[in-house]
T-cell receptor, first 114, second 108 residues
Framework: DGGITQSPKYLFRKEGQNVTLSCEQN?????MYWYRQDPGQGLRLIYY???????QKGDIAEGYSVSREKKESFPLTVTSAQKNPTAFYLC?????????????FGSGTQLSVL | KNEVEQSPQNLTAQEGEFITINCSYS?????LHWLQQHPGGGIVSLFM?????KKHGRLIATINIQEKHSSLHITASHPRDSAVYIC??????????WGAGTKLIIKP
């Protein structure tokens, strides 16, 4: 079955450490997105990519980095520059720009700071 | 002022009741998504609307672009409908504006 796989489900980061969240999709979607959700809050866009080897910053890109070397994969690195990384991270994909297409979401990664 | 307002923020109802969740937004949009988030975080896209009305099973979504308002209805509600329902309009730059959600609890 096609879908989006995020891993790990839970991740712990030490102070000053970079960590990478994995997002893989086998839906043949062009567009992929990373969102951050804080408790009781809506989703906020971190980065998005509409095509391989290209990505754009969202509203809260500072302290994060991404790559899109393959259509299927869009990993998110939370760098040590992100001072408040504890949140729930969701990856999504769509066939096109996202707004006119149905979004498909992964199951999320909960990141916590040790 | 939030660009997206959902009401109610919390709703508890008995099984079988007809449920309505409202979404008002202040920006000009071309489309709007309704999503469902279950405990544990998983999100499912329910509808993408650009006009009129869509129906899927017991779920119905409507939108009035001129009035900047959308509603999500659940008929014959069931405890498995318990979740957070999120309204997300899309602005002119194709960016989704996420509402904070409505927490729905359906009691058996």
């Amino acid at each position: 079955d096609g879908g989006i796989t995020q891993s790990p489900k839970y991740l712990f980061r030490k102070e000053g450490q970079n960590v990478t969240l994995s997002c893989e999709q086998n839906l043949n979607h062009d567009a992929m997105y990373w969102y951050r959700q804080d408790p009781g809050q809506g989703l906020r866009l971190i980065y998005y990519s509409q095509i391989v080897n290209d990505f754009q910053k969202g509203d809260i890109a500072e302290g994060y980095s991404v790559s899109r070397e393959k259509k299927e994969s869009f990993p998110l690195t939370v760098t040590s520059a992100q001072k408040n990384p504890t949140a729930f991270y969701l990856c999504a994909s769509s066939t096109g720009q996202g707004a006119y297409e149905k979004l498909f979401f992964g199951s999320g990664t909960q990141l916590s700071v040790l | 002022k939030n660009e997206v307002e959902q009401s109610p923020q919390n709703l508890t109802a008995q099984e079988g009741e007809f449920i309505t969740i409202n979404c008002s937004y202040s920006v000009g949009i071309s489309a709007l998504h309704w999503l469902q988030q279950h405990p544990g975080g998983g999100i499912v896209s329910l509808f993408m609307l650009s006009s009129g009305k869509k129906k899927h099973g017991r779920l119905i979504a409507t939108i009035n672009i001129q009035e900047k308002h959308s509603s999500l209805h659940i008929t014959a509600s069931h405890p498995r409908d318990s979740a957070v329902y999120i309204c997300a309009p899309m602005d002119s730059n194709y960016q989704l504006i996420w509402g904070a959600g409505t927490k729905l609890i359906i009691k058996p």
